[in-house]
């Protein structure tokens, strides 16, 4: 799997880019950076229970939207959000992006998979900056040591729904339902082991 974003590293005070260096450095970078406010933030790599999050999201995305205007993407694909631009974990896009494009200017729904080390910022700083995107139409939050889906949706005037285990979600900006329980095949915390102790299974 590509590179997921995991804990961010701020680099020196001294790394300072303008928007133009950042995008031709990106280009031919070895290790992803997200630029916010004129710094550059190193991406490290994710643990299993975020990759499986990610894998299962873009998997159910990508075979649910096959045949449509719309595009799934994971991990290289950065977002514009002004002169600031971030690698959401999984995005959808159903705009007509041109081929050599490097990020969306335009997404339709963004999913970020939360840790301790990137909470803050998926909530705070980057909630901020997606919700004033006028394309996005749902910002969706998934907890991996515990099981909760939060699903902020303009219809809905950015307010919260929490999903739970038993509980259905729907991406109402590409018309798809997956239970709780699918986001989290394979993930391994204790929601999850005691939901496969009650007799679960899983595909």
């Not at 916010?36 to 990759?51: F, K, L, W």
């Not at 939360?114 to 998926?122: E, G, Q």
């Not at 910002?139 to 259905?168: C, K, M, P």
Request: with cysteine.
């Amino acid at each position: 799997m590509s590179q997921v974003r995991q804990p961010q590293t701020m680099l020196p005070q001294a790394a300072l880019m303008t928007e133009a260096e950042y995008l031709s450095a990106e280009q031919v970078a070895k290790i992803r950076h997200e630029f916010i406010d004129g710094r550059v933030y190193a991406m490290a790599g994710a643990g299993y229970n975020h990759n499986c999050v990610v894998a299962n999201i873009a998997r159910k995305f990508g075979n649910h939207l096959d045949g449509t205007p719309c595009t799934t993407f994971i991990a290289d694909m950065k977002v514009r959000l002004g002169k600031d631009y971030v690698y959401p974990d999984v995005l959808v896009d159903c705009s007509k992006m041109a081929r050599d494009d490097y990020f969306s200017s335009s997404p339709a729904l963004i999913v970020e998979v939360l840790s301790k080390s990137t909470r803050k910022i998926d909530t705070t700083t980057k909630l901020i900056r997606y919700l004033n995107l006028p394309s996005l139409q749902e910002y969706v939050l998934i907890e991996t040591d515990f099981v909760s889906v939060q699903v902020l949706r303009r219809v809905n005037n950015w307010q919260s729904d929490y999903f739970y285990l038993g509980d259905a979600v729907t991406f109402t900006a590409i018309a798809l339902t997956l239970d709780v329980a699918e986001i989290y095949n394979r993930v391994d915390n204790q929601d999850m082991e005691e939901f496969r102790q009650g007799g679960a299974t899983l595909i």
